[in-house]
């Protein structure tokens, strides 16, 4: 049971450059999410999707695109990355979107735009 | 709107003995839930424990426990009997039952020394 997996771990861009963060769970999750980690911010939610088909915006969504084909995929998209989306960037799913439903977090993918 | 805050960037406790990090939070909803995630640095995001806004009984897991005093806003973690793997950053986190966003606190590093 992998639970949520990120790729790339690690990436590098170069400004203007276009890449996928890919999030796959095998929970049957209906909730997921995607957050920015930076120093001294804490998380920060980009986007986030209550089911397949259905998406909304979080606290920080420029610049971030997310489709939800799938019940197991939630890609989030930069379409022209920028040197301020350096972050580390966690996918994380639950059961549910409300009460006492857990997030369970991906591993992490450390992104860096030069 | 939703808005959580830690105002303790960075504690320090000796081993055995108990630490409280902070956690205060706004909402002007009455359902809500609060969270506590551990972040070692390795990097993953571990869930701690959870209290309900209707809950009677503060929460307790093992050794974390939630000091939940609702009139002032608070959901302090008390960690009992540190330990050095305790040394991590610590999250507090809120969901309000009307939205399906859960938000994060910029967080506390704690330093757990023999």
């Known amino acids: 049971n992998a639970g949520v997996t990120q790729t790339p771990k690690f990436q590098v861009l170069k400004t203007g450059q276009s890449m996928t963060l890919q999030c796959a769970q095998d929970m049957n999750h209906e909730y997921m999410s995607w957050y920015r980690q930076d120093p001294g911010m804490g998380l920060r939610l980009i986007h986030y999707s209550v089911g397949a088909g259905i998406t909304d915006q979080g606290e920080v969504p420029n610049g971030y695109n997310v489709s939800r084909s799938t019940t197991e995929d939630f890609p989030l998209r930069l379409l022209s990355a920028a040197p301020s989306q350096t972050s580390v960037y966690f996918c994380?799913?639950?059961?549910?979107?409300?009460?006492?439903?857990?997030?369970?977090f991906g591993a992490g993918s450390r992104l860096t735009v030069l | 709107a939703q808005k959580i805050t830690q105002t303790q960037p960075g504690m320090f406790v000796q081993e055995k003995e108990a630490v409280t990090l902070d956690c205060t939070y706004d909402t002007s909803d009455p359902s809500y839930g609060l969270f506590w995630y551990k972040q070692p640095s390795s990097g993953e995001m571990i869930f701690l424990i959870y209290?309900?806004?209707?809950?009677?009984q503060n929460a307790t897991e093992g050794r974390y426990s939630l000091n939940f005093q609702k009139a002032r806003k608070s959901a302090n973690l008390v960690i009992s009997a540190s330990q050095l793997g305790d040394s991590a950053m610590y999250f507090c986190a809120m969901r309000q039952h009307n939205t399906d966003k859960l938000i994060f606190g910029t967080g506390t590093r704690l330093q757990v020394f023999p």
């Open positions: 994380a799913c639950a059961a549910g979107s409300s009460g006492a439903n857990v997030l369970t």
């Open positions: 209290q309900g806004s209707y809950d009677q």
